[in-house]
Nanobody, 127 residues
């Protein structure tokens, strides 16, 4: 199983970006997929995750970010609107066979892990 994140870049505050996570080796209906981020000097935090019709969002992004999936092409998207400088981070996608484990990893971060991780894509939001 491999995950490849893309779509990062430099954007002004208030702007939008769409990240893509291409998943190979497993069909999306068999795994939960989540987006995480890590800013310099900070711990990794969960941003959003999905499995079938279930969705979870961190409070800091709720109402601004939208997670979705293309089950034909096996891609999970993260539409990020109203971006803020504090959204600047490396964004990673991860996958797990367990939705409960995905959610607890997203909510609690350290001491939890996922089955699979991809390399990150850098998002920089300028003020």
């Amino acid at each position: 199983v491999q995950l490849q994140a893309s779509g990062g870049g430099l954007v002004q505050a208030g702007g939008s970006l769409r990240l893509s996570c291409e998943v190979t080796g497993v069909r999306l209906y068999n795994v939960a997929v989540g987006w995480f981020r890590q800013a310099p000097g900070k711990e990794r935090e969960g941003v959003s995750c999905l499995s079938d019709s279930s969705r979870w969002y961190a409070k800091s992004v709720k109402g601004r970010f939208t997670i979705s999936s293309d089950n034909v092409n096996n891609i999970v998207y993260l539409q990020m609107d109203e971006l803020k400088p504090e959204d600047t981070a490396v964004y990673y996608c991860g996958a797990d066979s367990s939705w409960p484990n995905m959610v607890v990893t997203a909510r609690e971060g350290k001491n939890h892990d996922l089955d699979y991780w991809g390399k990150g894509t850098l998002v920089t939001v300028s003020s």
